[in-house]
């Protein structure tokens, strides 16, 4: 899935990324660096992978998107 960096903290590795719908959504740490990034700047497009529905959905990766 796409999104978009919203915001990030360099310090906790941590942030929100919007979805295409404009929704947002958090990412923690663990989230960062499994996708092997070493910083991220809001507005840049990232690739998402999620888990869970609704309120509970979550990011579990979050890496550069690429074309």
Known sequence: MQATAYTYDAG???GQVLLDDGTPVP???PAF???GLRLLRPGQRVRIETEGEGDSR???LVTLQTF
């Open 58 to 60: 979550r990011v579990t």
């Open 12 to 14: 906790t590795r941590s």
């Open 33 to 35: 660096d499994a996708g």
């Open 27 to 29: 990412f923690d740490a």
